[in-house]
């Protein structure tokens, strides 16, 4: 079981947007309800953007967006903000184990 | 409030047993709502699942890891536990303790707690 594929780095302006690709397989993004993103700065734990696709956990901001087309997962920031920049992590469900991304480095320019 | 807080040796021997617990607060471990996993993440390296434990003692390991991985859960204390054998310098990451909304995502994470295996 191989981590999902991300791209190593963004970066964008202040107000821009921003998508970071999930790429996995039938198995695992491909065949999953259950795809999350998770940002973390640094020295920090992880923090739960989006969850099942395309929700949000309560006090996440509706800048953050999740969708899915059949083995790639993506996340849009709108609106990007210098606090945005950080890691964003992948993960999908793949019956009776999870994967993650290698992680995304969002640089805001 | 949601707290996990991770507790353990930041320090393992080659081929010792790496032992952590996590201790819960503002929910039971014994709910049947969550799941509680572990996760880590090697220095300067990104996230691994490593095992989850769900209401019942339904456990689910990563395969890489499962012959060398226990998951387990003390209702008494509400604290969970993960246990790897023979630890390898492989292993050496920052461990977090999850709460795991089953087959979902990960809602609350503790802090963090970094081992290393080092002779």
């Known amino acids: 079981q191989s981590a999902l594929t991300q791209p190593r780095s963004v970066s964008g302006s202040p107000g821009q947007s921003v998508t970071i690709s999930c790429t996995g397989t039938s198995s695992d993004v491909g065949s999953s309800n259950y795809v999350s993103w998770y940002q973390q700065h640094p020295g920090k734990a992880p923090k739960l953007l989006i969850y099942?696709?395309?929700k949000w956990p309560s006090g996440i901001p509706d800048r953050f967006s999740g969708s899915k087309s059949g083995n790639t997962a993506s996340l849009t920031i709108s609106g990007l903000q210098a606090e945005d920049e950080a890691d964003y992590y992948c993960c999908a469900h793949a019956g009776s184990y999870y994967l993650f991304g290698a992680g995304t480095k969002i640089t805001v320019l | 409030q949601m707290q996990l807080q991770e507790s353990g040796p930041g320090l393992v021997k080659p081929s010792e047993t790496l032992s952590l617990t996590c201790s819960v607060s503002g929910g039971p471990v014994s709910t049947s709502n969550y799941c509680w996993a572990w996760i880590r993440q090697p220095p300067g390296k990104g996230l691994e699942w490593i095992a989850s434990?769900?209401?019942?003692?339904?456990?689910y390991y990563k395969p890489s890891l499962k012959s060398r991985v226990t998951i387990s859960v003390d209702t008494s204390t509400n604290q969970f536990s993960l246990k790897l054998t023979s630890a390898t310098a492989a292993d050496t990451a920052v461990y977090h303790c999850?709460?795991?909304?089953?087959?979902?995502?990960?809602?609350?994470w503790g802090q963090g707690t970094l081992v290393t295996v080092s002779s």
């Open positions: 099942d696709v395309r």
């Open positions: 999850v709460r795991e909304t089953e087959g979902s995502s990960y809602s609350y």
């Open positions: 434990i769900c209401h019942g003692g339904r456990t």
